[in-house]
């Protein structure tokens, strides 16, 4: 087997059960060394899976991702004629593992990848907000006594995790995975991937309720976590949450409930937007992401590394080390209109829950001139959508009250907002326009929006 081979291509088609299309003259590789979802970025003999999506289909990029690099390509038989695979694969000289669903095909290898790291301990966080920020602070603290490794970014789903996987060696002693989901079943299918040894749930909240219903049915969601223990597992449930017994009961496995930043921590002392002092076991710990939801995810991560009996040196030493991500939490100074500000980019992604911790950590911090909020639409909330922007606009109108502060909107749906005090956008360049002309020396302004907003426009 060729150094850094990750299957065989003999050995993938028995965990597939599916037919091998080797062209019969050309190059062919071992098998493949990496595997990819995205033809533009292929790595060189490199497994390409070929997915179907809601705009296009993975499977008009094979013969691109082949001349990409690509030793192989994983495609589904119903597609073979009609994106003339075989001729694709035969020009190029790539090989082709033929399966019904690639996506099941894609989850199916990844399980059986990690079959062959039986010492790995494997890690993983789910829940409604919170989940990459534990796993970042989780991996910096693990990462002081073992070797680790984890998603990139947030990739999370039932596509990203299996493809986060492969990024598994040898070396590696822990692998911690954030599991996310936007339907019904998909915590269940990455768990059948994943398999943890140690599952953490950081919270139940209402994010993708318009696809889930209630909140009693994303707990429901998210307990599949612990839906393969067998006995030997550890279940890591918030202490706090109004779902913890629920979430507990039946684990098949050592549950432990875990407590929030007040039961973890001995001391804290709060320095606004550049973070927090954190004291564990007379240690301090200079600790720089601000807020409180954010000291929150620092005990879960804490929790990891105590079931993982990691020491409280390194358990100093790695909160210490974390420095926010972009859009999330995210601290930087920049100009609008001409005057030097602070902002804090959380926009990475927002739902009522992550909103209001949000909310509630700007009008805690500390803070000597004027703030200004630059919220967006939260998405995925289904018939919820009206009620919580009602409340979310009671919000803003409150912290709109003093006239040294300033709130706007932004939104990216048809729903019709009403703006009393705040000003209501759903075009980039004008809110632009609006910002850097309100903008003053020395304000503090939060941009908070799902994804889809793409508040951090508002700084270009």
């Not at 973890?264 to 601000?290: H, M, S, T």
């Not at 009671?394 to 932004?410: C, I, P, Q, V, W």
Request: negative net charge; proline residues 2%.
């Amino acid at each position: 087997m060729n150094e850094g081979v990750l299957f065989r291509w003999e050995e993938a088609a028995s965990v597939l059960g599916c037919e091998l299309f080797v062209p019969e003259t050309g190059r062919k590789q071992a098998g493949f060394c990496a595997v990819s979802a995205d033809s533009r970025h292929i790595e060189q003999d490199a497994l390409f899976v070929a997915l179907k999506g809601e705009r296009t289909d993975g499977h008009r990029f094979v013969e691109g991702a082949f001349k990409a690099g690509a030793a192989g390509a994983l495609v589904c038989n119903e597609q073979m004629d009609n994106y003339a695979l075989i001729k694709a694969a035969e020009s190029e000289e790539g090989v082709l593992l033929i399966v019904d669903n690639t996506l099941k095909a894609l989850q199916l290898l990844a399980k059986a990848y990690l079959d062959k790291f039986s010492g790995l301990l494997r890690i993983g966080i789910t829940g409604s907000s919170g989940k990459t920020t534990t796993k970042e602070i989780a991996a910096a603290i693990i990462g002081k006594e073992k070797r680790v490794v984890c998603n990139r970014a947030n990739l999370n789903s039932d596509i990203g995790l299996p493809l986060s996987v492969f990024q598994v060696r040898a070396e590696h002693e822990a692998g911690i995975f954030e599991m996310g989901m936007n339907r019904r079943g998909e915590i269940a299918e990455i768990t059948g991937v994943l398999r943890p040894c140690l599952a953490l749930v950081t919270n139940v909240g209402s994010a993708h309720i318009g696809s889930i219903g209630t909140q009693l049915e994303i707990a429901k969601e998210k307990k599949a976590v612990f839906s393969l223990f067998t006995g030997k597992e550890t279940a890591l449930i918030p202490a706090g949450s109004e779902f913890a017994a629920f979430l507990a009961e039946g684990v098949n496995g050592n549950v432990r409930l875990y407590p929030d930043a007040e039961g973890v921590f001995d001391d804290v002392k709060d320095y606004g937007i550049l973070g927090w002092e954190c004291v564990i076991e007379g240690k301090k710990a200079r600790f720089a992401l601000p807020g409180r939801h954010n000291l929150q995810n620092a005990a879960a991560a804490v929790a990891i590394a105590l079931a993982a009996d990691i020491g409280v040196e390194a358990i100093v030493s790695g909160l210490s080390l974390v420095r926010p991500l972009p859009g999330r939490g995210e601290v930087v100074e920049t100009t609008l209109g001409g005057r030097r500000v602070i902002v804090v980019n959380d926009c990475y992604n927002a739902n009522p829950d992550s909103m209001e911790k949000a909310l509630a950590f700007f009008d805690e911090a500390a803070w000597n001139g004027r703030k200004i909020v630059v919220a967006g639409e939260m998405l995925e909330l289904g018939d919820r959508s009206t009620e919580e922007h009602e409340k979310l606009f009671s919000r803003l109108e409150a912290f709109g009250m003093d006239n040294a502060d300033k709130t706007y909107f932004f939104h990216v749906s048809d729903m019709v907002f009403p703006d009393g005090n705040i000003a209501v956008y759903n075009d980039m360049e004008q809110l632009k326009i609006a910002l850097n002309g309100d903008a003053r020396e020395g304000d503090l302004v939060l941009l908070k929006g799902s994804r889809l907003c793409a508040l951090e426009r508002v700084l270009l």
